[in-house]
């Protein structure tokens, strides 16, 4: 495990969710659930001589999460992403065996409760999934006992004369066999549904009235029934929030704001089930209001899909949203309905994204890399792990120098930085210097068969990057992805974006950009200080009788200027260059 995963495994939150092991080139492969998502995924890093879970680490790159309101939701969101993804490392789930659902066959005139694994528009309301799918079945049994709902697929009215077990099991109030009326076989339904949809408060009171009027009527073998029946919903634990039984196609946002850091969370809900979720940062000035920034993320988001959803949920109304109406109309040729719901499950829901969104901010805005936002920028296929950074330095055209630097993971390595002597290019002239070190550099990189840069960062503009991308087509190495940063302007300019990328100047993506040209242009220029002090150096004790380039570099090691060698006794230099050199050398530079 890297210390950077062993970081952010650390910073996960110990809340129920779903994780993502993720390559470097961002494919899932292995899709989990957890209770606590930092407990759960630090235990896959703990020793262990499970080949899967040995094969998944060593292709993991990065872990990502969503965070769910409970365990059993997380259940079901893992199920629904697995089919979505179908990462490599999640086998056993890739056939398709789904979960159960209940189908009140509602269009019948006598309903029945039926247990299915397909949900299709044919008038009848449906439930679940249910996991475990015992759960289905549990509940099926509930309903036939306390509503006397009838589970069977039989025609009713039909030909029967005598109702079958179930009745005589107490699971069936025998509609086949008129033991009750259409009315009150309807009651029934609707107290079945009541329960449900989960809306237990309302069921509750009617069947408390209905305990009330049994027990007064002395009937308490009934009035014992309904008192069960009570206690039996007071138990029903909450269904689960992220599963709608509609058939409908919605996208739930979240949104979150820090200052300038805006996070925007959604998720897809494709016919009933959460089957994708998708994350925006945006970084805007704090004296836009939120409600255009959702504006201009919806517009953003919508203008390039043709999935467009039934409906939207929102957390709050965005500006212009007539014309995003009006968009979303012509794009499905279907009017759709843009929400913000203020109670009920949508409003879970849309909590549900807001807490996602929330932690997606935290996590950028604390982010250990601004190399993922890096990636996507500027439209890598793998993260920018390894840049090199080049610069020239020129001053006045003499002793023209290069640079390059090297930065893992964010942080520059000081042992891989090189610098250059130009030497085939005459005066000032960064963009032919540029093409002279990176040509040397990956010479001789392709010569000792080392690893290349996941980017390379040249200092200027559009020459330079021009430059430095003939080179590496010159050398065969075209696929290595190359940018440049202009100064002033601080553009960044990619061979696909010809008019730039301007980024927000709090960017943690320009702010790694600048840090590495800062550092190549830092280091470009103290070589070359160096270089031209050493010839100012070399100069100055030009003509001086016994001295030679020899003499020369061993007075500047020890001496380091002119200036140094003044102060110096003949003693001293004599040790260096013989007695009779150093009166010379004395002689000359005191009459200086
Ligand atoms: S009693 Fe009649 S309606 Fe009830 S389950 Fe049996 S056959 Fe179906």
Redesign the pocket.
């Known amino acids: 495990m890297t210390s950077r995963l062993r970081k952010k495994v650390l910073t996960l939150p110990q809340k129920a969710g779903i994780y993502f092991f993720k390559t470097r080139t961002g494919e899932v492969i292995y899709i989990g659930k957890a209770r606590s998502l930092r407990d759960r995924v630090k235990s896959y890093f703990q020793q262990t001589s499970d080949v899967k879970t040995k094969n998944i680490l060593s292709e993991t790159w990065d872990v990502d999460f969503i965070l769910t309101g409970s365990t059993k939701e997380a259940a079901f969101l893992e199920n629904n992403f697995i089919r979505t993804y179908q990462p490599k490392y999640n086998l056993r789930l890739k056939d398709d065996k789904s979960f159960p659902f209940l189908k009140m066959t509602l269009r019948k005139k006598?309903p029945?409760l039926i247990l299915t694994r397909r949900v299709e528009e044919d008038g009848a309301k449906y439930y679940g999934p249910y996991s475990p799918a015992q759960q289905a079945r549990q509940t099926s049994h509930l309903i036939a006992k306390y509503f006397g709902i009838?589970?069977?697929e039989?025609a009713?009215p039909g030909k029967?004369k005598r109702?079958?077990?179930?009745?005589d099991l107490k699971?069936?109030?025998?509609?086949?066999?008129k033991y009750i009326s259409e009315s009150d076989y309807r009651e029934s339904v609707e107290n079945a549904l009541l329960f449900l949809d989960g809306k237990t408060e309302k069921l509750l009171s009617i069947l408390k009235l209905k305990m009330r009027e049994s027990a007064s009527r002395k009937e308490f073998e009934q009035a014992a029934h309904w008192r069960d029946l009570i206690h039996t919903i007071e138990d029903i634990k909450e269904r689960p929030k992220l599963i709608s039984v509609q058939m409908e196609d919605i996208d739930i946002f979240g949104f979150a704001r820090e200052n300038e850091n805006i996070a925007v969370y959604v998720f897809m809900m494709r016919r009933g089930k959460v089957i994708e979720s998708e994350e925006l940062t945006v970084q805007e000035k704090e004296e836009v209001s939120n409600t255009k920034i959702l504006s201009a993320c919806l517009w953003d988001f919508y203008e390039k899909r043709k999935n467009i959803p039934d409906k939207i949920l929102l957390p709050f109304a965005p500006d212009r949203k007539e014309k995003l109406s009006k968009m979303l109309l012509k794009k499905k040729q279907k009017k759709v309905e843009i929400l913000t719901p203020i109670r009920g499950k949508n409003k879970k829901l849309v909590s549900l994204a807001n807490t996602n969104a929330e932690i997606l901010m935290r996590k950028k805005s604390e982010d250990l890399s601004p190399l993922e936002e890096m990636r996507k920028i500027i439209e890598l296929k793998t993260l920018p792990v390894r840049i090199e950074g080049y610069d020239i330095s020129n001053t006045g055209g003499d002793e023209s120098v290069g640079s390059v630097v090297v930065f893992e993971n964010g942080l520059p390595q000081k042992n891989d930085y090189r610098k250059y002597k130009i030497k085939s290019v005459e005066g000032p002239n960064d963009v032919a210097s540029i093409q002279e070190v990176i040509k040397r550099r990956y010479t001789r990189l392709l010569q000792e068969k080392k690893a290349f840069p996941d980017l390379i960062l040249v200092d200027g503009g559009k020459g330079q990057l021009n430059a430095a991308k003939a080179v590496l087509e010159e050398l065969g190495l075209s696929h290595l992805p190359v940018v440049s940063l202009a100064k002033k302007e601080e553009i960044i300019f990619t061979p696909s974006r010809k008019n730039g990328i301007r980024l927000e100047k709090t960017s943690s993506v320009l702010k790694l950009f600048q840090n590495i040209r800062d550092e190549s242009h830092r280091f470009a220029l103290s070589f070359h200080r160096l270089r031209r002090k050493k010839k100012s150096f070399e100069s100055r004790l030009d003509g001086i009788e016994g001295i030679g380039p020899k003499k020369k570099a061993a007075l500047l090691i020890k001496y380091k200027s002119v200036e140094e060698i003044k102060k110096a006794s003949i003693e001293e230099l004599a040790k260096i260059v013989g007695k009779k050199v150093a009166q010379g050398l004395v002689d000359k530079l005191r009459t200086e």
């Open positions: 006598f029945a009838r589970t069977c039989e009713v029967r109702p079958c077990l179930e009745y699971l069936c109030s025998a509609p086949c066999v």
